[in-house]
């Protein structure tokens, strides 16, 4: 029985055609046993062709719908997935590009032979994924075609009655379309950035925000959220060197589900050049200390510390920070610890002596050591900020060094 051809049309005015191949409890119209090609390929063709193919793995698929699930080992989720095709021929290779998610409802899977051999005509056309449709033959995915995907790092996961396969066509061609919006939204943000746009264009492309007395910016690290950001009328969301940009009303807010984040502070329509730059470098700091960062921190020696090369950061460990630990292994003199104390007191030795319980000249002396050891004295303010950027808490061993000594000064 042939697959009837339907067209949808998603947001954006694009109309994508999806074959219709869904057993009545799924939707699908059920094939003959021989198995067919539906319709789907020729748009899945053209749509790849014509669009920029978004950044989405298998496991962001499988949170797409409720009750899809994983089975077999948790192989190849974070492959890309470009496009997904119905089928139920035994070799349906021909007629694949590679990063499809392949969607069978297994009315040709009869047996163990049939699963292997499936999957071995399947393997040089590097599907994403197999989805299998439960309800149709069998209950659940059949054990061989688990093992045998899984043996060529081929994930399976399950699909309930529940979920149609055109659910996962028409949520990648919206996809696809907000892609190629955000992508443009994301070269305007990028002139506004460079000053080679004026901010208050962006007024044209988001009504939203007309009108907006103050403004902020939000970078993100995960342009796969970009759908829990952009979705409000008054945000304007772009990619930007990889970066998700959401420029959003003061007070607003928004916060990405997954990953992490930097946040400007707050300005004018005019200020937006600025706003996205403070974020962007936010961003940065909060990538490198693994959580979120505003702009607010980036005026800090902690976050000066962040953002050195690793060489550099090295130098300073080895010339302040190494002779002091190696003098306290060696006799005890809590020389460290009476530096980061004597930081956390702004530099005040009667603090530092009252916060360690000793006397003030027992201080002096231990910063006269600090002195004598690494050239560097910490009752003046700018060697007590060279010595606590020497004092960071990641281990020293865990500092990288560029290959090719990058990032270290030139003698």
């Known amino acids: 029985m042939p697959a009837a051809q339907m067209w949808t049309t998603v947001p954006g005015g694009a109309r994508v055609g999806v074959g219709s191949h869904t057993a009545a409890q799924h939707g699908r119209q059920q094939p003959q046993r021989g198995g067919y090609v539906p319709a789907l390929a020729l748009p899945a063709m053209c749509a790849a062709d014509s669009v920029e193919t978004p950044r989405i793995r298998v496991l962001d698929v499988l949170g797409w719908a ?35 998610l392949v969607l069978v ?23 994403a994924a197999i989805g299998y449709a439960v309800g149709v033959v069998h209950e659940s995915a059949p054990d061989e075609l688990v093992r045998c995907a899984n043996d060529t790092g081929t994930p399976v996961f399950e699909i309930p009655p529940t979920v149609p396969f055109v659910h996962f066509t028409e949520r990648l061609a919206r996809e696809r379309v907000a892609h190629r919006e955000r992508t443009a939204n994301g070269h305007l943000l990028d002139l506004i950035r460079r000053g080679r746009a004026r901010p208050d264009v962006l007024a044209e492309r988001a009504p939203g925000l ?24 008054d945000t304007f969301a772009g990619a930007v060197d990889e970066r998700l940009v959401v420029v959003h009303r003061a007070g607003a807010r928004p916060r990405p589900d997954r990953g992490t984040y930097g946040m400007s502070g707050v300005g004018a329509v005019e200020d937006l050049p600025l706003l996205i730059e403070h974020a962007l470098s936010a ?24 953002c050195l090369p690793g060489g550099y950061l090295r130098l300073f460990r080895q010339r302040l920070h190494e002779p002091l630990a190696r003098y306290d292994r060696a006799h005890h003199g809590c020389l ?56 960071p808490d990641t281990p020293l061993s865990e500092v990288p060094v560029p290959a090719d000594g990058a990032g270290l000064p030139v003698r």
Not at 115 to 121: D, K, L, N, P, W
Not at 214 to 224: I, P
Request: charged letters at 25%.
């Open 283 to 306: 961003l940065d700091l909060a990538i490198r200390r693994g959580s979120p960062a505003t702009a607010a921190e980036l005026v800090s020696i902690e976050a000066l510390a962040q």
């Open 105 to 127: 409802t297994g009315l040709s899977l009869a047996d163990a032979a049939a699963c292997a051999e499936f999957v071995r005509a399947l393997a040089p056309a590097r599907p």
């Open 336 to 391: 460290v610890e009476t530096l980061r104390v004597l930081i956390d007191c702004d530099g005040s030795v009667a603090a530092c002596a009252r916060t360690m319980y000793v006397h003030p000249n027992t201080v002096r002396k231990r910063l006269a050591r600090v002195r004598g050891l690494t050239g560097k004295d910490p009752v003046v303010p700018l060697d007590l900020a060279a010595l606590a950027l020497a004092l």
């Open 210 to 233: 007309a009108g907006a007395g103050e403004l902020a910016v939000l970078a993100s690290s995960a342009g796969d959220a970009a759908d829990t950001l952009d979705s409000a009328e």
């Open 66 to 100: 409720e009750g899809l699930r994983l089975v077999g080992r948790p192989v190849g989720l974070d492959r890309s997935v470009r496009w997904a095709q119905a089928t139920d021929l035994i070799d349906p290779s021909p007629y694949l590009r590679g990063e499809e």
